[in-house]
């Protein structure tokens, strides 16, 4: 069954660091989402890409974060400049369409990123 | 606006008991409410919707879920617990009509299914 690949499982950085979290989305779809989810708190939605282009951004996508598809496979997540409130479980999420249904969403296992 | 609450953080069932993961949501109109699995490094995985038709959904495994228009609920069931169940289950909500096509999640709930 097709799967929706994150790297790493795991990082730890240092405040003000850069980071960058990898996905790499199934072949066949065209919509892209990054939630994440603060420990003991609500899978929160960050953004959604289409076309190459952010369709849709909450509150929490500030100018920190960055979404980008380098090279048509993978679909990235840039933080600039890590703050210890942005400490969570990243999940990347792709889906065929942008359907009302929304079930065709497959998700990804997950970044866990400390920062410290 | 749209939410969803998932009032336990851990639900703790025998093996061969029923189980019930509870979910509530608040949407201005209709909704669409979904589950969601997660075993511990995968994926949230898709278990169950309901979109429109019977109150009573069938999903994956052997899980069901009843939509309560009245009590705006979308609980979580299962006959019979297995120990294979045990993990971290999502409600998600999103309204029919008018905004973006992007669901609310809850926090999650963990099941623990005992031997």
């Known amino acids: 069954e097709p799967e929706v690949t994150q790297t790493p499982s795991h990082q730890v950085t240092q405040m003000g660091q850069e980071v960058i979290l990898r996905c790499v989305p199934i072949?066949?779809?065209?919509?892209f989402y990054w939630y994440r989810q603060i420990l003991g708190q609500k899978v929160e939605f960050l953004v959604s890409f289409y076309n190459n282009e952010i369709s849709e951004k909450s509150e929490i996508f500030d100018d920190q974060f960055s979404v980008e598809r380098p090279d048509g496979s993978n679909f990235t997540l840039k933080i600039r400049s890590t703050k210890l409130e942005d400490s969570a479980m990243y999940f990347c999420a792709s889906s065929v369409r942008d359907s009302p249904s929304n079930y065709g969403y497959t998700f990804g296992s997950g970044t866990r990123l400390t920062v410290v | 606006a749209q939410s969803v609450a998932q009032p336990e953080d851990q639900v703790n069932v025998a093996e061969g008991n029923p189980l019930t993961v509870k979910c509530t949501y608040s949407v201005s109109g209709n909704p669409y409410l979904f589950w969601y699995v997660q075993y511990p490094n995968r994926g949230l995985q898709f278990l169950l919707k309901?979109?429109?038709?019977?109150?009573l959904v069938k999903g994956s495994y052997g899980f069901e879920a009843e939509f309560n228009k009245s009590q705006t609920s979308f609980h979580l069931k299962k006959p019979s617990a297995l120990v294979s169940d045990s993990a971290l289950y999502f409600c998600a909500v999103r309204e029919t009509s008018g905004g973006s096509y992007i669901p609310t999640f809850g926090r999650g709930t963990s099941l623990i299914v005992h031997p």
């Open positions: 309901y979109i429109t038709g019977d109150n």
């Open positions: 072949s066949n779809h065209l919509y």
